[in-house]
């Protein structure tokens, strides 16, 4: 049952206080997009083992949405942010090379 | 014949005597006991039969991992199946039966499984399963049926209490042994919050039985000591009757508190739920004693070593009067030793090693007992019990030496770490060559959000198996641990315990070594599930190379002791049949709980009125008091109909629909969604949620709306009203309220943040009533007000803000039936006085309320599709006629991209139309429209399906809704439906309006 600091609130929340909303930093594909785009856009997810980046929300609590870094095979969290960004920032990048030097950013 | 001692037994006070009953006999035993001593006492020795088999089984242990001595606890209300008798405490009127046989313990017609056991080897189930299933249904499956099983289920609700408890500590201790109150002691000296939780009812583990000494005193004195300068402590929290039973992520601890089970009369919950949250765990949880693989092993009379030494010293009961004791170390010497001391016989230990000649063994040979190294035990001789041993040479084949006359035979295979909690988060194990055991991986350990370590093993648990190793090592890892959470360890020197030298076991997997196929068929290994040495090494011939599929396979170790006696001698058995070493075929895996809970104690306190919480609306009292019969919707309850005396529900439904359609109902709408969507981008964002467009409602208006995912499928609609240049408030569904808001504050927070929009979930703010039929403004002009609610100044899809009477009111004009309606919503605390005037004033026109039935058959004749009915989730309003409410202006808005699919645009789709039986009877409920030939799967091919369908009391006929192929251009066509039977009827496709088409009734 997983820890995740709420960045918003600072609550260190329990698993059951949270949704899970999948892989951040999707690229909304919309009308005009081709159908491969829009196919990865809505389906396609690498689910690596390993460092991964995925939506949470603070549903019973704050309510906000944030992102957080965590290793999915092990469940060591590198870090949580919030959810207004399009791309991990640099401390939490730097948190993960910290911890896993051979890791790259797809 | 086992029996109280005249003297002896630490835990038990002689002058308190008990009475229980054990399959309708009645019993004595004294305060102290536990169920499996006080059976002991009163020379009980068959507790059970085992699973396969029904052999007659006695206990085999004193704790936790017992096999055998499963029990029926208590009757009626309070009956439990299953409970081991040797964890179970004794009370007075405690009543037990025996598990699994038939017709009595002592003669089970059962035992014939046991004759034909050569026809039940490994993997019988599957194997039987492949076979010609007839002779699987006429031979077998009867005779499984009658016999297997364990406890019976409950038949009566549980008539006990259970509770949650949450913690949030630095440490969790899981045993009460000298290593966890050696290691609470170092955590709480060091001022870490520490919660130390003992399975059983008593401190000190095995350390008073085994005559250990600490810093120079009896351990029981230390022990003592320890527990009275911990309860001192106001960081820790000392917890009896209390297992870790699961360690999970992050430092979530699950443990499991018999609070009540010794004490039922008591005015306390039964058990109670820990649910812990902790930075680190100690697993002090000691280690097992492994049976020996020898032929006979199973019987009755046969013990555990380890615990005939507990009955002895513990409980004062001794398993027989002449014992013998066979092993392959020196612990078992100490039971030699016990049994002497106690004024009981000890004819022989039985060494299968070479030599013994540690301080032990010694100290057996001064008492006198006669030592035989090099031996094994090739038979136990008895039916019920064990009358005499046959002694070979542990080299050979089994050649009989000699026979031994004897009624008891303890045994001991060496001892395993209890590295369950280690392993529950993924710690690794290495094989201790020395010891022949798994014991922790230091390096690789369970890791928490930190990456990190958070479970350390102490004493026994590490492996650190002797009495001299445990304390030094608890401290050391301890202070380790305390590191890690930022605590110092107090200046205090380590405390050294004392115990004789012993010399190191051999690993001995089969007895004798040399055994042949007869044999090795009556060594048992997993006592409950009747799994041997046979069996495991047949999978093993059989290709079953790995040990998960060699325990799903044999169901070695899937019993309710989850294989503690069996895991390691099943896994050397495997080994030695692979040619493998022990490590490279590894071992199972742990899974929470340690031992099984109570289904009660997970429930907690969840149950019954507060299984979940419920949600009520300002009128709720009024239908409660007006006999609603109620359909759960969400948390909510609805009406679904107000029967009056004599009525059926269905006779209510119609009788409501025909005085709205008629004149007046009234439905309490409260639950319905209402979500504020405010700010300078409103607009903006509402045409992005919606389909159509909503930026150009003008405020004082309505507009139907649809929501779509992003994969273009509808998920929700409703009516949303302006009101005002920045604010609009969207009704939502019943039921996707709380989805829809979560899917608003998605997009603003993580997509377009940088718009200013602010929304907010008012649904508990308003009690909102439908005021529905031809007389639907006359009441509301009875109740008098400032809102003119003529057609010109509050036309169809138009809402005014006023007073209406003496209520703050707003009042929709929309209808979700067809009929003049106005929906009147009012701040919530106003909800019950609005309801009830509307009531008086709508008296002269037979005002009505109405449920959520009326409501659905309303809806239905007007044709207005139902989330949930006309959707599943793989509907597009494309699907349902809904075109005209999407833009074709919006660039974008969530869906349109997926309605651009192919599948999406393909022509030929189901479509909603309406349904009318050629009979006018009503259609069955999800029935298909039957189409010419068959799919891949030889299933008849369908063209259609029945979405929503209701008897229709205003056109006296069944009337439906549903998704037919190409169906709005197949009007009039008459299609086939099934049913469950093998009736099919007929329906035409019509229009799904079915009344009123034109909306004449709703706009006047
Ligand atoms: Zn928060």
Not at chain 2, 42 to 62: A, D, L
Not at chain 2, 220 to 246: C, F, K, Q, Y
Not at chain 2, 639 to 665: K, W
């Amino acid at each position: 049952m997983l820890l995740l600091e709420c960045p918003y609130c600072g609550v260190k929340a329990d698993e059951t206080e949270l949704t899970p909303g999948g892989e951040a930093h999707l690229k909304r594909f919309g009308p005009g997009s081709t159908d491969e785009a829009f196919e990865e856009y809505l389906f396609l997810r690498p689910n690596p083992k390993g460092v991964h980046f995925e939506r949470w929300r603070h549903a019973h609590g704050c309510g906000k949405w944030f992102l957080a870094a965590r290793d999915t095979a092990t469940l060591e969290v590198f870090g949580t942010y919030t959810a207004q960004t399009t791309e991990p920032p640099e401390h939490i990048i730097d948190a993960i090379r910290a911890k896993r030097p051979d890791w790259s950013q797809a | 014949m086992s029996t109280r001692l005249s003297t002896g037994g630490r835990l038990i006070d002689r002058s308190r005597q008990l009475t229980f009953t054990f399959n309708g006999k009645s019993f004595k035993g004294v305060e102290g006991d536990t169920l499996a001593s006080a059976l002991l006492a009163n020379s009980q020795t068959i507790m059970g039969r085992s699973f396969k088999y029904h052999r007659p089984r006695g206990v085999m242990t004193s704790g936790a991992e017992e096999p055998n001595a499963l029990m029926g606890l208590g009757k009626g209300a309070k009956f439990e199946p299953n409970q081991r008798a040797t964890t179970t405490e004794l009370f007075d009127g405690l009543t037990a039966e025996s598990q699994n046989h038939w017709p009595s313990l002592d003669w089970d017609i059962g035992e014939v499984n046991a004759a034909l056991s050569r026809f039940l080897p490994a993997g019988f189930y599957y194997k039987t399963f492949i076979h010609p299933r007839p002779f699987w249904k006429h031979v077998f499956e009867p005779v499984i049926r009658q016999s297997a099983g364990l406890g019976k289920v409950p038949k009566e609700r549980d008539a006990d209490r259970y509770e949650h408890f949450y913690a949030h500590v630095d440490v969790v201790i899981a045993g009460g042994g000298i290593a966890g109150l050696q290691s609470a002691l170092e955590a709480g000296r060091a001022g870490a919050r520490v919660l130390l939780c003992e399975q059983t009812p008593h401190f000190g583990g095995r350390a008073p039985v085994d005559g250990v000494s600490i810093d120079g005193k009896p351990a029981e004195d230390w022990v003592a000591a320890t527990l009275s300068e911990l309860e001192g402590m106001d960081n820790v929290h000392i917890r009896p009757r209390t297992m870790v039973a699961g360690v999970y992520d992050h430092g979530y601890v699950i443990a499991y508190e018999r609070v009540a089970d010794h004490t039922p009369e008591a005015d306390a919950p039964r058990h109670r739920l820990w649910r812990i949250r902790t930075k680190q765990v100690i697993s002090a949880t000691g280690a097992l004693e492994r049976p020996l693989s020898f032929p006979g092993n199973d019987k009755p009379g046969v013990m555990l070593a380890s615990a005939m030494r507990d009955y002895i010293v513990n409980w004062g009961v001794s398993a027989g009067d002449r014992t013998v004791v066979v092993t392959n170390n020196d612990d078992a010497y100490r039971t030699a030793i016990a049994i002497k001391q106690a004024g009981l016989d000890v004819p022989c230990i039985v060494d299968a090693r070479p030599e013994a000649n540690g301080a032990l063994p010694d100290q057996a040979r001064a008492l006198g007992i006669e030592v035989k190294t090099g031996m094994g035990i090739a038979g136990v001789k008895g039916l019920r019990g064990v009358v005499a041993v046959k002694l070979c040479r542990q080299a050979g084949e089994g050649a009989v030496v000699e026979e031994v006359v004897c009624d008891a035979v303890a045994m001991s295979g060496g001892w395993s770490p209890v590295v369950h909690l280690w392993s529950h988060c993924g710690g690794k194990l290495n094989w201790d060559e020395a010891g022949a055991f798994f014991r922790p991986d230091h390096a690789r350990p369970p890791t928490s959000h930190d990456g990190a370590g958070f479970v350390t093993c102490v004493g026994s648990s590490d492996g650190a198996l002797y009495a001299a190793e445990v304390l030094p090592n608890t401290s050391a890892a301890t202070r380790g641990m305390l590191g890690q959470i930022g605590k110092t360890a107090a200046d205090a020197p380590v405390v050294q315990a004392d115990a004789p030298d012993e010399a190191p076991l051999a690993p001995i997997w089969m007895m004798p070594q040399g055994a042949g196929p007869k044999k090795r068929a009556k060594m048992w290994l997993d006592f409950q599930n009747d799994v041997k040495v046979s069996d495991v090494q047949l999978a093993a011939r059989e290709g079953y190379e790995s040990v998960e599929h060699t325990k799903r396979y044999t169901t070695l170790g899937m019993a309710t002791d989850q294989g503690k006696l069996s895991n390691i001698n099943g896994l050397a058995i495997l080994a030695g049949e692979l040619n493998a070493a022990i490590p490279q075929v590894g071992t199972t895996t742990f899974r929470p709980p340690y031992t099984p809970i109570s289904m009660g104690a997970i429930a907690g306190e969840a149950r019954g009125d507060v299984f979940q919480p419920l949600r009520r609306t300002p009128m709720q009292d009024w239908h409660e008091a007006n006999g609603a019969h109620w359909e759960p919707v969400g948390q909510w309850r609805r009406p679904y109909c107000f029967p009056r005396d004599g009525e059926s529900h269905r006779q209510a439904v119609n009788r409501e629909i025909t005085a709205t359609r008629n004149s007046l109902g009234l439905l309490d709408a409260s639950t319905l969604g209402k979500i504020i969507v405010k700010g300078p981008d409103a607009g903006r964002f509402m045409d992005m949620l919606y389909t159509n467009m909503m930026s150009t409602l003008k405020p004082g208006k309505c507009r139907y709306g649809l929501m779509c995912s992003e994969n273009g499928f509808l998920m929700d609609d409703g009516v949303v009203a302006r009101l005002d240049e920045d604010t609009f408030l969207c009704h939502t569904t019943t039921g996707g309220t709380e989805s829809i808001h979560a899917h608003m504050e998605d997009w603003l927070q993580c997509e377009w943040w940088d718009w200013k929009v602010y929304t907010a979930n008012v649904t508990e703010q308003w009690a909102q009533v439908a005021v529905v039929g031809p007389n639907a403004r006359k009441v509301l002009q009875k109740l008098g007000g400032d809102i003119d609610l003529s057609k010109d100044a509050l036309p169809f899809m138009a809402w005014a803000e006023g007073k209406l009477g003496a209520f703050d009111a707003r009042v929709f004009r929309i209808s979700f039936s067809g009929e003049l309606s106005f929906e009147v919503a009012v701040p919530a605390s106003q909800g019950r006085a609005l309801w009830e005037a509307l009531l008086d004033a709508g008296a002269e026109f037979d005002a009505t309320p109405y449920g959520t039935e009326a409501l659905h058959v309303m809806r239905a004749e007007k044709g207005f599709i139902m989330i949930g009915d006309e959707t599943d989730g793989t509907v597009i309003p494309q699907d349902l006629g809904l075109d005209w409410a999407i833009s074709k202006k919006k660039d974008d808005f969530l869906g349109k991209r997926g309605q651009q699919r192919s599948h999406m645009t393909d022509p030929a789709r189901w479509k909603l139309v309406g349904l009318e039986t050629l009979d006018g009877s009503v259609l069955p409920d999800g029935s298909y429209a039957m189409a010419e030939g068959e799919n891949a799967n030889g299933q008849g091919n369908t063209q259609g399906r029945v979405t929503s369908t209701y008897y229709s009391p205003t056109l006296d006929k069944g009337i439906a809704m549903g998704l037919v192929l190409n169906g709005p251009d197949r009007m009039g066509e008459v299609l086939e439906f099934n049913t469950t039977g093998d009736r099919t009827v007929k329906a035409r496709i019509v229009s799904p309006v079915f009344y009123d088409p034109e909306g004449e009734k709703q706009n006047v």
